[in-house]
């Protein structure tokens, strides 16, 4: 997790605690028995993730991650699948990561796979995302780098252009959301002596410019932590975090940002215990009202799903997740239809959370990194494998896809990075 010292290290080692997961593409990568030495690997990875998605920067130089311009890197290097988006199950973009170096490469395909066609090398681990065939934005954040770097596409990410981030002091984080080519919110946040402070921007003409809007909070307790957001497109919004004890950190906006209410879980008996630790991921919610809220329960290692009626302006009803391995959320496509995985197991649901089918497990001895939902029958994975020596590793990385709601996988070949 990316940290920001303070004078006397609390809140270093309070954020250190806090891990935070949203609907990108990518989980929580914790495939099991792997060998120290790969755990390591996989562990980098998955920290340099967690430390785009929450937003906190910490022990960062200051100079900005830079378009990649130099040549490939070697093709004996390991790609690592690490952000994908679908918007159909064969039109997709995935982010494969250069394991012996610090690229990061986009490609895209529109058959499935059958070719990718190489878009952007770009420095550090980086999210991808669009809104729709044609418009989406790379966030990148180099381990070595102050900040996020933010492009966009507005051509399916045959182009991609830097979107220019407000005037931030050194080691603020900043988080994006889009809902459409044109209307996005940011979310700053910066650790201080008093605390994280944060400050949600807007924009109406696709990050050209930013307007400040408002503050979320205040938080209940110094070591709570605002990481991630999410809004629907009437309006409604959302501000989430990680929580320290109780009362899960969670705000809602009626008015696209312009002021923000602290929003209550119901706790106890259903769901989490009042005093439990709580991170919430990012809500789905369909234009009819209804959605999803996902959160996880770090005390009794359980996930839990909240469902709305009113648009997300009270969440009730919590629903046990399947078990699941940490803390990775389930993927929703809508209040409906949602996956989830651990290492060896899949599930799905069409009922919004209340019933959960079991999938088969991937073939091969492969484990799920993430599950992509496109539908509620197709969706994409990525995974990883041991290596035939056990313990002595290495750890391979592939792409499988079904079109039989899980029923069978199909291994389809990574790009390369060559």
Do not use: C
């Not at 409604?236 to 602290?262: I, K, M, N, Y």
């Not at 809500?283 to 359980?302: E, F, I, K, M």
């Not at 799905?348 to 492969?366: Q, S």
Request: proline letters at 9%.
């Amino acid at each position: 997790m990316l940290l920001q010292r303070s004078r006397n290290g609390d809140l270093a080692s309070a954020a250190a605690g806090r891990r935070i997961r949203l609907r990108e593409a990518v989980d929580e990568i914790e495939p099991a028995r792997l060998s120290p030495r790969a755990l390591r690997g996989v562990a980098l990875i998955a920290l340099a993730l967690v430390g785009m998605t929450i937003g906190v920067a910490a022990y960062l130089r200051a100079n900005a991650p830079q378009v990649y311009s130099g040549p490939p890197p070697p093709p004996t290097s390991l790609p690592i699948p690490i952000s994908m988006d679908w918007r159909t199950a064969a039109q997709g973009w995935v982010v494969v990561h250069d394991a012996g170096g610090p690229e990061s490469v986009v490609f895209r395909t529109g058959n499935a796979g059958s070719r990718w066609e190489r878009q952007l090398s770009i420095n550090g681990p980086a999210f991808v995302s669009f809104t729709d065939a044609s418009h989406g934005v790379l966030r990148a954040n180099a381990a070595q780098a102050a900040g996020a770097q933010l492009l966009r596409t507005d051509d399916g990410g045959a182009h991609w252009s830097p979107v220019v981030l407000p005037a931030l002091d050194r080691g603020t984080a900043a988080t994006p959301f889009f809902v459409d080519r044109s209307r996005g919110w940011l979310l700053t946040s910066q650790l201080t002596a008093a605390g994280q402070q944060s400050v949600v921007y807007g924009t109406d003409d696709g990050g050209r410019t930013w307007r400040p809007l408002s503050s979320p909070g205040p938080l209940v307790d110094p070591a709570d932590l605002l990481g991630d957001l999410a809004f629907a497109p009437g309006g409604a919004g959302w501000v989430l975090g990680s929580g320290a004890a109780g009362d899960p950190v969670l705000f809602g906006t009626r008015d696209a940002g312009q002021t923000w209410v602290a929003q209550r879980l119901p706790m106890g008996a259903n769901g989490p215990q009042p005093t439990d630790r709580v991170d919430v991921s990012r809500p789905v919610v369909a234009t009819d009202g209804r959605g999803v809220l996902a959160v996880y329960d770090r005390s009794q290692g359980q996930g839990w799903l909240y469902g709305t009626a009113d648009g997300g302006a009270t969440w009730a009803d919590p629903q046990p997740l399947p078990k699941t391995s940490g803390s990775r959320p389930p993927a929703f496509l809508d209040a409906l239809t949602g996956w989830t995985s651990d290492p060896t197991a899949g599930w799905r649901t069409g009922d919004g959370g209340r019933t959960w089918r079991p999938t088969a497990g991937l073939p091969g001895g492969w484990q799920f990194s993430a599950v992509v939902p496109v539908s509620g029958s197709q969706a994409w994975a990525s995974a990883a494998l041991p290596g035939p020596n056990g313990s002595l590793g290495p750890v391979r990385w592939g792409l499988f896809r079904t079109t039989d709601g899980g029923a069978h996988w199909t291994r389809v070949a990574l790009p390369s990075l060559g």
